[in-house]
Nanobody, 121 residues
Framework: VQLQASGGGLAQAGGSLRLSCKVSDDRNYAMGWFRQAPGKEREFVAGISKNGGDTSYADSVKGRFTISRDNAMNTAHLQMNNMKPEDTAVYYC?????????????????WGKGTQVTVSS
C-alpha cells in the first residue's frame, strides 16, 4: 500500500496549513500523522480510527489541530490552526491495519513520504 501525502509548506505563527493523505488501495486503515523535528525523535501528532469515530491528539496540538477522514476517498486530513514555530518539522502520514493508529512510531504499519512544515515567528 502507498500513502500519498500532500499539503504542508510555510506558515506564519498563528496561521494555518492543511495536510492530506490518500491511501492507494481500498482497504480501511486507521490513519494519522507523526512529525520529526531536527535532532528529535519522531513523535505522534494525531490519529483517527477506521470509522472516524475516535480521534486522538498529542497534548501539544490539542485544540489547534483537527484530524478528519473521508472514507469514500480513502483520504485523511489534518487541519493545523494557530500554528507555532515549535510545530516546524517533517510530517509523516501513517496508517495501521488495526482499529486505531499506534502512537509508537516503530509499530506503525505503513508510512508516507515526509512533508516539510515550517512555521516562522
Amino acid at each position: 500500500v502507498q500513502l500519498q501525502a500532500s499539503g504542508g509548506g510555510l506558515a506564519q505563527a498563528g496561521g494555518s496549513l492543511r495536510l492530506s493523505c490518500k491511501v492507494s488501495d481500498d482497504r480501511n486503515y486507521a490513519m494519522g500523522w507523526f512529525r520529526q523535528a531536527p535532532g528529535k525523535e519522531r513523535e505522534f501528532v494525531a490519529g483517527i480510527s477506521k470509522n472516524g469515530g475516535d480521534t486522538s491528539y498529542a497534548d501539544s496540538v490539542k485544540g489547534r489541530f483537527t484530524i478528519s477522514r473521508d472514507n469514500a476517498m480513502n483520504t485523511a486530513h489534518l487541519q493545523m490552526n494557530n500554528m507555532k514555530p515549535e510545530d516546524t518539522a517533517v510530517y509523516y502520514c501513517a496508517a495501521d491495519l488495526g482499529d486505531r493508529l499506534n502512537v509508537y512510531w516503530d509499530f506503525v504499519d505503513y508510512w508516507g513520504k515526509g512533508t516539510q512544515v515550517t512555521v516562522s515567528s
